[in-house]
């Protein structure tokens, strides 16, 4: 089929697992046919997507926290300003990570002040 790439490919031009893109696709993030021989397939473009998917979740976003951006997972994520609704997200998703962040800093610190005293 001409334009549309098989799951292994796809995995290779994005550095995603096959089971990265399955689960992507559960999550209603991306969508393939299939071939005659019933393989996955994908449209050509869908490693845009897939780079950017893998982009915001390396930013710390959830996989629930990209479907706000599905509008805009086919371009350049950076091209356009981001909707409201991005900015929301994304902006809850970064006071989680600073409260798991205090938090954790918290336990350091408590178990940094036991150890103290057997410190050599």
Do not use: K, W
Not at 10 to 21: D, Y
Not at 29 to 36: E, K, P
Not at 43 to 72: K, W, Y
Request: charged share 20%; net charge positive; hydrophobic share 45%.
């Amino acid at each position: 089929m001409i334009g549309r790439v098989r799951i292994g490919e796809l995995a290779a031009a994005t550095g995603a697992t096959a089971r990265a893109l399955r689960h992507y696709e559960q999550a209603g993030l991306i969508s393939s046919g299939r071939a005659a021989n019933g393989y996955r397939v994908y449209a050509e473009g869908a490693a845009v997507r897939v780079r950017n998917i893998r982009a915001l979740l390396a930013a710390g976003l959830t996989l629930d926290d990209v479907q706000v951006f599905l509008p805009c997972l086919d371009g350049d994520l950076t091209s356009g300003p981001p909707s409201g609704q991005a900015l929301a997200v994304a902006r809850e998703r970064l006071a989680v990570l600073d409260r798991r962040i205090a938090a954790q800093t918290a336990l350091r610190d408590r178990l940094a002040a036991t150890l103290a005293p057997y410190r050599n």
